[in-house]
C-alpha cells in the first residue's frame, strides 16, 4: 500500500463536513422532486461553485481549490450519500471536462476557461459517446475537418452529461480515417457558437436529476486555437482522463452504496418483527456484515488509487479495480437494502429505491464494468 496513511486529514475532514452539511440541507429536501421531475437544479450547481466544489482539483491560480483527490473522493461520497444524481454531475464537470483543460490545455487555454469552470460560471460537459460508439471510440463518426485557420465540426454526441445545459464542452472528434491510430482530436467548443445545439435528453432509470443530452453539431466552425493538446492525441488523452474519471465514479458508486447501508442499519434497528428489532435476526444482520464488508474494502481501493494519483504514480489498474468493484458494490449493497426495507422499500416513501436505481449507472458509465475487466486483465497479464 506504499506506507499509506488511513487516517483522513483535517483538510479532507473539514471539506467533507461541508459537502455534507451542504448535501443535508440544500439538496435532501428537494431530490425526490427533482427525480420525478428529471429537473437539472442548475442554482445548486452555482452554490457548489461558490464553496468550491465544481473546480476541487483545479489550483488556486486559476481560481479553483487546489485539493487533491482525497478530498475530492470525499466531497462526492458525501454528496452521493444523499443524491447519486447530483454527485454525476459535480463528478462529470470536475474530472472530464474540467480535468481535460487542466490537464492538456494550454497556458492560454486554462487561463480562458478554468476560472469560470472552477466557480460553475460555466457548466461543463465532455464528449466521447456516440450513438454508435461506446466502448468502441475508434469508430467515430463525428468529425472535424481543418479548413484554413478553422476546423469544421459535423456529427453528434450522445449519452453526454450537461449536453444541453453546459456552457463548455470538450468534444472528441475524429481527423483520420476510421480505425487508423491517432485518429482523433479534442476541441473546446463553447455554448452559442454556431452550429453547435443540445439534442434530446434521455429519459432514465435513475439518475434523473443529472442532465443527459445529445450534442449535435451541423458545420459548426471554430478556431485552430480551441484545439487541446495535438492533433491525433485526442484519445490518449481521453483514456488518462478517464482514469482520473474512474476514481470520481468509485466515489460517487461508495457514497451511494453508503446512503443506501445507513438507511438499512438505522431501519433494521427500529422496525419491529415478531417482537423484536428485525436487527436481531440472523438473516438481516448477515446481510448487513457483508454490506459493511463490501464497502470498506471497496474504500480501500479507492483510498489506495488516490494515494498513487497523489504521488503522481501509475494507477490504471488501480482506478479500474476501484471503479468496477465500487460499483458493482453499489448495486449488491442496495439491493440488499430494498430487501431489509421489504415492501416499503419498493414504494418512493423511502430513500432506498431511488438508490437502487441510481447505482446501476455507476457500473455502465465511464466504462462499462466489462471494460474495467479489459482494463485491469490486460494491465495483470502484461
Given at each position: 500500500m506504499?506506507g499509506?496513511?488511513f487516517?483522513?486529514?483535517e483538510?479532507?475532514?473539514?471539506?467533507?463536513?461541508?459537502?455534507?452539511?451542504?448535501?443535508?440541507?440544500?439538496?435532501?429536501?428537494?431530490?425526490?422532486e427533482?427525480?420525478?421531475?428529471?429537473?437539472?437544479?442548475?442554482?445548486?450547481?452555482?452554490?457548489?461553485?461558490?464553496?468550491?466544489?465544481?473546480?476541487?482539483l483545479?489550483?488556486?491560480?486559476?481560481?479553483g481549490s487546489?485539493?487533491?483527490?482525497?478530498?475530492?473522493?470525499?466531497i462526492?461520497?458525501e454528496i452521493a450519500?444523499?443524491?447519486?444524481?447530483?454527485?454525476?454531475?459535480?463528478?462529470?464537470?470536475?474530472?472530464?471536462?474540467?480535468?481535460?483543460?487542466?490537464?492538456?490545455?494550454?497556458?492560454?487555454q486554462k487561463?480562458?476557461?478554468?476560472?469560470k469552470?472552477?466557480t460553475?460560471?460555466?457548466?461543463?460537459?465532455?464528449?466521447?459517446?456516440e450513438?454508435?460508439t461506446?466502448?468502441?471510440?475508434?469508430?467515430?463518426?463525428?468529425?472535424?475537418?481543418?479548413?484554413?485557420n478553422d476546423?469544421?465540426?459535423?456529427?453528434?454526441?450522445?449519452?453526454?452529461?450537461?449536453?444541453?445545459?453546459?456552457?463548455?464542452?470538450?468534444?472528441?472528434?475524429?481527423?483520420?480515417e476510421?480505425?487508423t491510430?491517432?485518429?482523433?482530436?479534442?476541441?473546446?467548443?463553447?455554448?452559442?457558437?454556431?452550429?453547435?445545439?443540445g439534442?434530446?435528453?434521455?429519459?432514465?432509470?435513475?439518475?434523473?436529476?443529472?442532465?443527459?443530452?445529445?450534442?449535435?453539431?451541423?458545420?459548426?466552425?471554430?478556431?485552430?486555437?480551441?484545439r487541446?493538446?495535438?492533433?491525433?492525441?485526442?484519445?490518449k488523452?481521453?483514456?488518462?482522463?478517464?482514469?482520473?474519471?474512474?476514481?470520481?465514479i468509485?466515489?460517487?458508486?461508495l457514497g451511494?452504496?453508503?446512503g443506501?447501508?445507513?438507511?438499512?442499519?438505522?431501519?433494521?434497528?427500529?422496525?419491529?418483527?415478531?417482537?423484536?428489532?428485525?436487527a436481531?435476526?440472523?438473516?438481516?444482520?448477515?446481510?448487513?456484515?457483508?454490506?459493511?464488508?463490501?464497502?470498506?474494502?471497496a474504500?480501500?481501493?479507492?483510498q489506495?488509487?488516490?494515494d498513487?494519483?497523489?504521488?503522481?504514480?501509475?494507477?490504471?489498474?488501480?482506478?479500474?479495480?476501484?471503479?468496477?468493484?465500487?460499483?458493482?458494490?453499489?448495486v449488491e449493497?442496495?439491493?440488499?437494502?430494498?430487501?431489509?426495507?421489504g415492501?416499503?422499500?419498493?414504494?418512493?416513501?423511502?430513500?432506498?429505491?431511488?438508490?437502487?436505481?441510481?447505482?446501476?449507472?455507476c457500473?455502465?458509465?465511464?466504462?462499462?464494468?466489462?471494460?474495467?475487466k479489459?482494463?485491469?486483465?490486460?494491465?495483470?497479464?502484461?
Amino acid at each position: 500500500m506504499h506506507g499509506m496513511n488511513f487516517e483522513q486529514t483535517e483538510l479532507t475532514q473539514q471539506v467533507a463536513q461541508t459537502a455534507k452539511d451542504f448535501a443535508q440541507q440544500h439538496i435532501k429536501p428537494h431530490l425526490m422532486e427533482w427525480d420525478e421531475s428529471q429537473e437539472f437544479p442548475l442554482h445548486i450547481f452555482k452554490s457548489l461553485g461558490q464553496l468550491g466544489m465544481m473546480g476541487v482539483l483545479v489550483p488556486e491560480a486559476y481560481g479553483g481549490s487546489g485539493l487533491s483527490y482525497f478530498e475530492y473522493n470525499a466531497i462526492i461520497q458525501e454528496i452521493a450519500k444523499v443524491c447519486g444524481a447530483i454527485g454525476l454531475s459535480v463528478a462529470a464537470h470536475n474530472s472530464l471536462c474540467t480535468g481535460h483543460i487542466l490537464t492538456f490545455g494550454s497556458e492560454q487555454q486554462k487561463q480562458q476557461y478554468l476560472p469560470k469552470l472552477a466557480t460553475a460560471e460555466h457548466i461543463g460537459a465532455w464528449g466521447l459517446t456516440e450513438a454508435n460508439t461506446g466502448s468502441d471510440a475508434g469508430n467515430m463518426k463525428c468529425t472535424a475537418v481543418r479548413d484554413g485557420n478553422d476546423w469544421i465540426i459535423n456529427g453528434s454526441k450522445c449519452w453526454i452529461t450537461h449536453g444541453k445545459t453546459g456552457d463548455i464542452a470538450v468534444v472528441i472528434c475524429r481527423t483520420g480515417e476510421p480505425r487508423t491510430k491517432n485518429n482523433c482530436t479534442a476541441f473546446v467548443v463553447e455554448r452559442g457558437t454556431p452550429g453547435f445545439s443540445g439534442g434530446k435528453k434521455e429519459n432514465k432509470l435513475g439518475m434523473r436529476a443529472s442532465e443527459t443530452a445529445e450534442m449535435i453539431f451541423d458545420n459548426c466552425r471554430i478556431p485552430d486555437a480551441n484545439r487541446l493538446g495535438e492533433v491525433g492525441d485526442g484519445f490518449k488523452q481521453s483514456m488518462k482522463i478517464l482514469d482520473g474519471g474512474r476514481i470520481s465514479i468509485a466515489a460517487l458508486s461508495l457514497g451511494i452504496a453508503r446512503g443506501a447501508y445507513e438507511a438499512a442499519t438505522q431501519y433494521a434497528k427500529e422496525r419491529h418483527q415478531f417482537d423484536q428489532p428485525i436487527a436481531n435476526f440472523q438473516g438481516i444482520a448477515f446481510k448487513i456484515a457483508d454490506m459493511a464488508t463490501k464497502i470498506e474494502a471497496a474504500e480501500l481501493l479507492v483510498q489506495q488509487t488516490c494515494d498513487l494519483k497523489a504521488k503522481g504514480l501509475p494507477m490504471t489498474k488501480e482506478a479500474a479495480m476501484a471503479k468496477y468493484y465500487a460499483s458493482e458494490v453499489a448495486v449488491e449493497v442496495s439491493t440488499d437494502a430494498v430487501q431489509i426495507f421489504g415492501g416499503y422499500g419498493y414504494t418512493k416513501d423511502f430513500p432506498v429505491e431511488k438508490f437502487y436505481r441510481d447505482s446501476k449507472l455507476c457500473t455502465i458509465g465511464e466504462g462499462t464494468s466489462e471494460i474495467q475487466k479489459l482494463v485491469i486483465s490486460r494491465e495483470v497479464l502484461r
